[in-house]
Structures are given as C-alpha cells and as structure tokens.
C-alpha cells in the first residue's frame, strides 16, 4: 500500500529528515508544505520531546509507523530502514556521478568543437 503513494519532493526531503533523524524541530523542517502533508496523509504527526537544552518542549514531528512504511517502500521497497537508507544513499551517489560524468562530457564536447 505504502509503495502507491505518490510524494513530492517536498514530502520526501521532509520524510527522510523525520525517519532519520527525528523528532525534528519546527526550524529545521525542510518544508512546511511537506511537513503538512505529510501530516495530512498521516505519515507524521506533531510531538512533544524531551531536548537537552530546552526540557519538554512543543513543535517538534516525528513520523508515524505509516511514514516509516512509506520511506521503505519509496527507497527501494525494503525490508528494513538500513535498506532503504542504503538504497537511497547509493542512488544519490550514483545520480551524482552520472551529473559529474554528464558534465565532464558536455565540456569535453564543446572543448573539441572550439
């Protein structure tokens, strides 16, 4: 079920901040937008937690076990959170290197071509 939600960036930034380093605080959301419907969709929910600066503190999110569900089945349909922070680790690596590969060829091409 988890793998037919459809996410936008917004909602998977915001996803992988809460699933992996959750509960976040209001500040450091990656978007409010996201964070919302995440919320809205009942992938994350508001919490109070317990900081070492601040004591018992409000606006903190953290995700829900169906957010948890949803970040496996989006990275890679895993099994486990180390799978899908796995898979989603060495897919953005590779995505860097075939952009660093890109790029290397396009100045190539137009190095020749000059």
């Known amino acids: 079920m988890a793998d037919e ?3 936008s960036g917004a909602c998977v930034d915001t996803l992988v901040a809460l699933v992996e380093k959750g509960p976040v605080w209001d500040g450091n959301i ?14 994350a929910v508001r919490v109070v937690a317990n900081t070492a600066d601040e004591g018992w503190s409000d606006g903190y ?3 829900t076990y169906a957010g948890r569900d949803a970040y496996k089945a989006y990275f890679g349909n895993s099994s486990t959170m ?7 680790v060495t897919t953005l690596e590779l995505q860097k290197s075939r952009h660093r590969i890109e790029s290397s060829d396009a100045q190539d091409g137009s190095a020749s071509n000059g």
Do not use: F, N, Q, V
């Open 82 to 88: 180390s799978e899908a922070r796995d898979y989603r």
């Open 5 to 7: 939600i459809m996410l």
């Open 30 to 43: 990656p978007s409010k937008s996201g964070r919302d419907d995440l919320i809205d969709r009942g992938l």
């Open 61 to 63: 999110t953290a995700a």
